[in-house]
């Protein structure tokens, strides 16, 4: 027996997949390390020291895995660090399959979507298509989320078939998914302090006829079923998966409705190398670090090895709030800056890494 692989095939490609020669595919140390340990379900060495969590009472032992360490910690940086790799994807293979007519067509949260709550912002990356080869749909709303998991079981045993945890999976996004569809997010006070109604924001993008794109992802690196099938198309490890829709509202039945009819933006990889391969023939994939043989392989590279920084980069922030929730160092110290950040020093083995930049490795010119 083996252990299981908590990651998806897609995500673990940063981890196993890509050569090491080129700095683009080299993470941050701390990081592999971190989703290495993710991966295979090992305890984190960083957390064998009985921390205790920055923000819970009742609970503040930290597991020795990172589950609670995961959802405790802030999760704007890794929203918005993913949301910003998605917008990196669409821009540059979305004109290859023509689906729009350049990478000028993409907003990022922009406000003025739903007529009847112009200050509500339902759609991180907001993709304008084009007209003449999408008639029934005119815009996509990508809306970014990353998921908690405190009631996700996990496996613990090296014996747990692959369909069984792909369908936890699975079970776990829809239920935010449908969470997204339902308006239940877009519930927000307005400006005179009234609260706006989510389900009329979705009424608003369903009879502008935009499809509706929740982008959930968890900390295993996992991505859900409806980003799943934009990427990569309904043929994917969801597939034997039926989505259960009866229990919904009205405005949520239709924009899922939308988001799996046949007029809908999906398997953008895929069809990139199609229309790439039938355009320009064996010519590599050229970014400013390096080539590959097709968009789709630059795209799961990107993804894979971003996935690793921000989640990594997530776990350390936390870490880092935890260690000092632990030591008790006091709030005031008497004496120089330098004094106080040697009492702070003193509680802490490993050093701090400081957050990672956003990986860029953008498509140039085709040569």
Same mark, same amino acid.
């Given at each position: 027996?083996? !252990?299981?692989?908590?990651?998806?095939?897609?995500?673990?490609?940063?981890?196993?997949?890509?050569?090491?020669?080129?700095?683009?595919?080299?993470?941050?140390?701390?990081?592999?390390?971190?989703?290495?340990?993710?991966?295979?379900?090992?305890?984190?060495?960083?957390?064998?020291?009985?921390?205790?969590?920055?923000?819970?009472?009742?609970?503040?032992?930290?597991?020795?895995?990172? /589950?609670?360490?995961?959802?405790?910690?802030?999760?704007?940086?890794?929203?918005?660090?993913?949301?910003?790799?998605?917008?990196?994807?669409?821009?540059?293979?979305?004109?290859?399959?023509? /689906?729009?007519?350049? %990478?000028?067509?993409?907003?990022?949260?922009?406000?003025?979507?739903?007529?009847?709550?112009?200050?509500?912002?339902?759609? /991180?990356? !907001?993709?304008?298509?084009?007209?003449?080869?999408?008639?029934?749909? =005119?815009?996509?709303?990508?809306?970014?989320?990353?998921?908690?998991?405190?009631?996700?079981?996990?496996?613990?045993?090296?014996?747990?078939?692959?369909?069984?945890?792909?369908?936890?999976?699975?079970?776990?996004?829809?239920?935010?998914?449908?969470? =997204?569809?339902?308006?239940?997010?877009?519930?927000?006070?307005?400006?005179? %302090?009234?609260?706006?109604?989510?389900?009329?924001?979705?009424?608003?993008?369903?009879?502008? &006829?935009?499809?509706?794109?929740?982008?959930?992802?968890?900390?295993?690196?996992?991505?859900?079923?409806?980003?799943?099938?934009? !990427?990569?198309?309904?043929?994917? +490890?969801? =597939?034997?998966?039926?989505?259960?829709?009866?229990?919904?509202?009205?405005?949520?039945?239709?924009?899922?409705?939308?988001?799996?009819?046949?007029?809908?933006?999906?398997?953008? !990889?895929?069809?990139?190398?199609?229309?790439?391969?039938?355009?320009? %023939?064996?010519?590599?994939?050229?970014?400013?670090?390096?080539?590959?043989?097709?968009?789709?392989?630059?795209?799961?590279?990107?993804?894979?090895?971003?996935?690793?920084?921000?989640? %990594?980069?997530?776990?350390? &922030?936390?870490?880092?709030?935890?260690?000092?929730?632990?030591?008790?160092?006091?709030?005031?110290?008497?004496?120089?800056?330098?004094?106080?950040?040697?009492?702070?020093?003193?509680?802490?083995?490993?050093?701090?890494?400081?957050?990672?930049?956003?990986?860029? +490795?953008?498509?140039?010119?085709?040569?």
């Amino acid at each position: 027996p083996h !252990l299981l692989a908590m990651l998806s095939k897609y995500t673990a490609i940063g981890l196993t997949h890509l050569s090491r020669s080129l700095q683009v595919n080299r993470p941050t140390p701390t990081h592999y390390r971190f989703m290495m340990c993710r991966k295979l379900r090992c305890p984190i060495p960083e957390l064998l020291s009985h921390l205790k969590c920055s923000k819970c009472k009742k609970s503040p032992e930290i597991d020795i895995y990172g /589950d609670h360490l995961m959802v405790c910690t802030s999760k704007t940086k890794a929203h918005n660090h993913f949301r910003d790799v998605l917008y990196t994807v669409v821009q540059q293979l979305c004109p290859i399959t023509q /689906d729009i007519l350049n %990478g000028k067509c993409i907003e990022l949260e922009p406000p003025g979507i739903a007529p009847s709550h112009p200050e509500n912002k339902p759609a /991180d990356v !907001l993709i304008h298509l084009n007209n003449d080869n999408f008639t029934h749909i =005119k815009k996509v709303a990508i809306d970014v989320t990353f998921v908690k998991h405190e009631n996700f079981k996990v496996p613990t045993s090296p014996m747990m078939s692959s369909s069984t945890m792909t369908e936890q999976v699975y079970r776990h996004h829809t239920k935010f998914e449908h969470k =997204k569809f339902s308006g239940q997010t877009q519930s927000r006070r307005r400006s005179d %302090g009234s609260l706006a109604d989510g389900q009329e924001v979705m009424r608003d993008l369903i009879n502008l &006829r935009h499809q509706f794109t929740p982008a959930t992802f968890d900390s295993f690196g996992h991505l859900g079923p409806a980003i799943t099938d934009l !990427l990569h198309g309904p043929n994917t +490890h969801y =597939k034997p998966f039926n989505r259960n829709i009866t229990n919904l509202c009205i405005e949520a039945t239709t924009a899922i409705k939308i988001s799996q009819a046949k007029f809908r933006l999906s398997n953008i !990889l895929h069809r990139a190398d199609k229309m790439w391969t039938a355009r320009y %023939g064996n010519r590599n994939w050229y970014t400013t670090s390096h080539t590959t043989k097709t968009p789709s392989t630059w795209a799961k590279h990107f993804i894979g090895v971003n996935l690793i920084e921000l989640l %990594g980069d997530h776990f350390h &922030r936390g870490l880092a709030a935890s260690r000092y929730n632990t030591s008790n160092i006091p709030t005031h110290i008497n004496g120089t800056r330098n004094d106080y950040y040697a009492a702070i020093s003193k509680n802490f083995t490993d050093p701090i890494p400081k957050r990672p930049k956003y990986i860029r +490795h953008r498509v140039t010119n085709i040569r």
